[in-house]
């Protein structure tokens, strides 16, 4: 096997990343931008150079030995921002998941460990390839060491040879360090000679070889001024060039043989992608996850398999359990169903189940409780069977994800071992995973249903005396179980899609995007496949000379950040965008809404995910109906396809205004922002008062901009990065924004500082509602993990108080409409707005209980405020 040593520059990688990347998050809010880039960039280098030693290196901190030359080496750069900051443990995590050894050194940077191991291994051998995005390291590049430097991109990247480095500069790689010398470099804050630039460096060390011989030779330069210039800098060009130079002989403690490469583990790996919510690259790694297996407990139970013995066993205060494997639950079959009460541990067949009398009267009777997990899902299920399902008094799922909304619980043995419980294997252990995934034989699969038949009932009581400890039995009992039964009938009901509308939009969009094609053309002045960036870049770059933005590997970038900055340059590019964002809507939103339309309710049957987000906030999918594109008119008029089920029916829409502001003017008891609020004034017009010291007359529309920004962004804890990349300006004036928010609502400012403190006193954060949030990392030694953890416990009681507030209403508003007996049904929950169905002759009723019951779910030191609409369609109700 051949000797290939691939060493990675940690620090220069991530950044990388993290920029060329759009912020992104996961589930639980943490970003993971640079992570995913830093993983695409390894997983690349393992397939393409397939390395038998491999390293990572970090810069162990912001002092090195070159400070001690030089104190303001580096001085000139921003702070980390902490959305990449928070990244940094994760990378690390990933590459022990990938078993690449990873090194960091006090006083010295990875360049001088990189340095060091590629001397060291060029000696014994080996190939070297480093990966950075510095062109500093370019002066280790030999003809055993080559240099890759991502350019702007993540796997675009230039390799640096001997003979590259002659191509692009004229010179040799150990005369980069003398180019450092004298044009200096910025973005280390090295000094060079003052009014030298790269092209004139790159002429005195053809003309004369080294920083020295140059300085030896200053009588033999020609131009008046550089002589001067070379003469008072000689010190200050020497001293550069050894900041640049690269330490090869680095104090460290591992050799090439300490870190050999053999392959990642890949239940590590899977571990940590589904962490961070790589599904993507989750694919891509392949392989079964051996899953840790328990040995269970014996059990006994019996086969129901005649009505007089179903009805024997049907008693109050049973456990059931509904296996319904499918994603989509709505058309999935039953596989078996379990009952676990006094009497015993019971199977019953589906068939058997299904045509029972006993069983369906007692399914929908609701003075007969029952335990459930995923009640939800089991209601839906049922339903489709014509079953009704009342009486599920408690969820094991939904106490679980209460107690600790943070965990991930894919099957009932996660919550049973989580509570100390043996007596249940995990669903892959049973089922398979993947592509084995398959139902085991009758006899094996009753077995594996009772037990979680048994596995509930004994949950119980463990879980609710954990609820009741943590002031939680509230919140579990009077929120998230009703909830449970109104999102099932909001489920099992839907919402009615006029396909023939769809299917209009559908050629609309398909007659827009011919008389894009056309325009596309024209202005190309030949026809090409628009959707191939190869042929769309050659008729951009080549044909229409439009300047080049970013190249990759195959050619020319086409991406939309890469358009979006050509938009003024040509006509065309306009289309282009256009002609991908209607081509998005066609596909995604019009195909996709088609298929997942209902064959026999011609409604779609969206699933809301109730114990998902770590706020309490409802989710949904199969389809989305929450992330439907409204800034776009061709997006927003999507909506325009679901309508009411009946003639004289109209859609009512209302929403909350602003009520994540408002729980923080309540939480925060900042008397600027109630003052605002009870008052009824424009809240971001009111902000651009105080932070601009102007009178509302003279807020302009960009101040109001601006004020949103940051109004909204302190919510989600948002910072100075963050806030000038929302609004494009500089990360100081958005500092300086933030600064003086703060300094207008100070309440804001005190509850900021006092929520971390609670949070590092207790562990968690509460919403008004007693739900909880665990930040386990509040108290991290590490920088980074503390001070995400610190904006999570600032933004998790607004957010999650908000998801809870809208729950209540739900429950509340469900309950007002069998009080007043109206026909109106609930049928979507999108952010902060509901969405009914209504006969035309109640809308007069609504109009006055749905604002009042919403406005009153909660009293808060502000008016909660709802605004409403209704029409033919959900678009004509906004």
């Known amino acids: 096997m051949s000797k290939k040593l691939v060493l990675i520059d940690g620090n220069s990688i991530a950044y990388r990343a993290f920029f060329a990347l759009p912020l992104l998050n996961n589930d639980k809010g943490v970003h993971t931008n640079a992570v995913y880039g830093f993983t695409m960039i390894l997983m690349k280098i393992l397939e393409d150079e397939k390395p038998s030693h491999l390293l990572v290196a970090f810069d162990a901190g912001k002092t090195t030995f070159r400070h001690k030359t030089f104190q303001e080496y580096k001085g000139g750069r921003q702070?980390?921002?902490?959305?990449?900051?928070?990244?940094?443990?994760?990378?690390?995590?990933?590459?022990?998941?990938y078993q690449v050894s990873r090194y960091e050194?006090?006083?010295?940077?990875?360049?001088?460990?990189?340095?060091?191991?590629?001397?060291?291994?060029?000696?014994?051998?080996?190939?070297?390839?480093?990966?950075?995005?510095?062109?500093?390291?370019?002066?280790?590049?030999?003809?055993?060491?080559?240099?890759?430097?991502?350019?702007?991109?993540?796997?675009?990247?230039?390799?640096?040879?001997?003979?590259?480095?002659?191509?692009?500069?004229?010179?040799?790689?150990?005369?980069?360090?003398?180019?450092k010398g004298l044009m200096g470099d910025s973005s280390d804050n090295i000094p060079g000679v003052p009014g030298v630039g790269e092209k004139t460096a790159i002429k005195l060390l053809k003309e004369f070889g080294t920083l020295e011989d140059v300085l030896g030779s200053i009588d033999k330069v020609s131009g008046k001024k550089l002589k001067e210039r070379l003469e008072e800098n000689r010190d200050q060009a020497l001293m550069s060039k050894?900041?640049?130079?690269?330490?090869?002989?680095?104090?460290?403690?591992?050799?090439?043989?300490?870190?050999?490469?053999?392959?990642?583990?890949?239940?590590?790996?899977?571990?940590?992608?589904?962490?961070?919510?790589?599904?993507?690259?989750?694919?891509?790694?392949?392989?079964d996850v051996p899953k840790e297996e328990i040995t269970v407990e014996e059990i006994t139970f019996e086969k129901v398999t005649d009505e007089d013995k179903m009805s024997q066993i049907l008693t109050d205060d049973s456990a059931l359990y509904v296996e319904v494997l499918e994603e989509s639950y709505h058309q999935a079959d039953i596989h078996g169903i379990a009952i676990h009460n006094e009497r015993g541990n019971f199977y019953i067949p589906v068939d058997i189940a299904l045509a029972s009398p006993s069983f369906k009267e007692w399914a929908k009777d609701e003075t007969k409780q029952k335990i459930v997990y995923d009640g939800k899902k089991t209601a839906v299920a049922l339903h489709w069977k014509g079953i009704e399902l009342r009486g599920s008094t408690f969820d094991v799922l939904i106490a679980a994800y209460i107690l600790n909304p943070s965990e991930t619980f894919d099957d009932v043995a996660s919550v049973a071992k989580k509570n100390g419980l043996t007596i249940v294997q995990s669903d892959e252990v049973v089922y398979g995973k993947g592509a084995k995934r398959s139902i085991p034989e009758e006899n094996e699969l009753s077995e594996h249903l009772v037990r979680k038949g048994q596995a509930i009932f004994d949950l119980?009581?463990?879980?609710?005396?954990?609820?009741?400890?943590?002031?939680?039995?509230?919140?579990?009992?009077?929120?998230?179980?009703?909830?449970?039964?109104?999102?099932?009938?909001?489920?099992?009901?839907?919402?009615?899609?006029?396909?023939?509308?769809?299917?209009?939009?559908?050629?609309?969009?398909?007659?827009?995007?011919?008389?894009?094609?056309?325009?596309?053309?024209?202005?190309?002045?030949?026809?090409?496949?628009?959707?191939?960036?190869?042929?769309?870049?050659?008729?951009?770059?080549?044909?229409?000379?439009?300047?080049?933005?970013?190249?990759?590997?195959?050619?020319?970038?086409?991406?939309?950040?890469?358009?979006?900055?050509?938009?003024?340059?040509?006509?065309?590019?306009?289309?282009?965008?256009?002609?991908?964002?209607?081509?998005?809507?066609?596909?995604?939103?019009?195909?996709?809404?088609?298929?997942?339309?209902?064959?026999?309710?011609?409604?779609?049957?969206?699933?809301?995910?109730?114990?998902?987000?770590?706020?309490?906030?409802?989710?949904?999918?199969?389809?989305?109906?929450?992330?439907?594109?409204?800034?776009?008119?061709?997006?927003?008029?999507?909506?325009?396809?679901?309508?009411?089920?009946?003639?004289?029916?109209?859609?009512?829409?209302?929403?909350?205004?602003q009520i994540e502001l408002r729980v923080l003017a309540h939480i925060a008891g900042d008397e600027n922002l109630i003052e605002a609020f009870q008052n009824d004034l424009d809240i971001h017009t009111k902000t651009a008062m105080d932070v601009f010291h102007v009178e509302a007359d003279e807020v302009t529309s960009n101040m109001r901009r601006q004020a949103k920004a940051v109004n909204f962004g302190i919510v989600?804890?948002?910072?100075?990065?963050?806030?000038?990349?929302?609004?494009?300006?500089?990360?100081?004036?958005?500092?300086?924004?933030i600064k003086r928010y703060l300094e207008s609502f100070v309440g804001v400012q005190h509850y900021m500082d006092d929520i971390v403190v609670e949070a590092r006193e207790k562990g968690f954060v509460t919403t008004l509602l007693q739900r909880r949030r665990y930040i386990p990392e509040i108290t991290s030694r590490n920088f980074n993990l503390r001070s995400f953890a610190e904006r999570t416990a600032m933004n998790t009681p607004i957010q999650g108080s908000a998801a809870d507030i809208i729950k209540k209403a739900m429950i509340e508003m469900a309950a007002r409409l069998k009080t007043e007996k109206l026909q109106t049904k609930l049928l979507l929950q999108v952010h902060d707005e509901?969405?009914?169905?209504?006969?035309?002759?109640?809308?007069?009723?609504?109009?006055?209980?749905?604002?009042?019951?919403?406005?009153?779910?909660?009293?808060?030191?502000?008016?909660?405020?709802?605004?409403?609409?209704?029409?033919d369609s959900w678009y004509d109700a906004k």
């Open 79 to 97: 702070k980390t921002p902490p959305e990449l900051s928070e990244q940094f443990p994760f990378i690390r995590e990933l590459l022990d998941a």
């Open 105 to 179: 050194l006090e006083n010295y940077e990875a360049d001088d460990i990189i340095g060091t191991l590629s001397k060291q291994a060029e000696q014994d051998g080996y190939e070297v390839k480093v990966i950075s995005g510095d062109k500093d390291l370019t002066q280790l590049v030999t003809s055993n060491v080559t240099v890759d430097i991502t350019r702007k991109g993540i796997t675009d990247v230039d390799s640096y040879t001997p003979s590259f480095v002659q191509e692009k500069y004229g010179l040799t790689p150990e005369q980069i360090i003398d180019m």
């Open 242 to 287: 050894e900041l640049a130079t690269i330490d090869c002989e680095a104090p460290i403690t591992i050799t090439v043989d300490d870190i050999g490469y053999e392959g990642f583990d890949v239940e590590k790996v899977t571990k940590i992608f589904k962490e961070l919510g790589f599904n993507t690259l989750l694919e891509k790694i392949g392989g």
């Open 460 to 657: 119980k009581e463990k879980l609710e005396i954990q609820l009741a400890d943590n002031d939680q039995s509230a919140l579990f009992n009077d929120l998230e179980m009703p909830l449970s039964v109104i999102l099932a009938e909001m489920e099992a009901t839907g919402i009615k899609v006029d396909i023939e509308r769809l299917k209009r939009m559908g050629k609309e969009l398909a007659e827009q995007l011919t008389t894009l094609e056309g325009k596309i053309y024209e202005h190309a002045g030949e026809s090409f496949n628009i959707n191939s960036p190869k042929q769309l870049g050659v008729i951009l770059f080549e044909k229409l000379q439009l300047p080049v933005v970013k190249k990759t590997k195959t050619g020319y970038s086409t991406s939309a950040d890469v358009l979006e900055k050509l938009e003024d340059k040509h006509e065309i590019v306009k289309e282009i965008l256009n002609y991908r964002q209607l081509g998005k809507l066609q596909s995604t939103y019009i195909e996709g809404l088609l298929k997942v339309v209902h064959g026999d309710t011609h409604r779609v049957h969206t699933r809301f995910n109730q114990v998902l987000t770590t706020t309490g906030r409802l989710s949904s999918t199969d389809p989305n109906l929450q992330n439907i594109p409204i800034r776009l008119e061709e997006g927003k008029k999507i909506r325009q396809a679901f309508v009411p089920t009946k003639e004289d029916w109209v859609i009512f829409a209302a929403d909350y205004s």
């Open 716 to 737: 989600y804890g948002i910072s100075d990065y963050g806030l000038s990349q929302s609004l494009g300006i500089t990360r100081k004036e958005a500092g300086e924004f």
């Open 834 to 871: 509901l969405i009914f169905e209504a006969p035309k002759d109640e809308i007069e009723i609504l109009e006055k209980i749905v604002p009042e019951v919403m406005e009153n779910a909660v009293q808060l030191k502000v008016p909660l405020k709802v605004d409403y609409s209704y029409g």
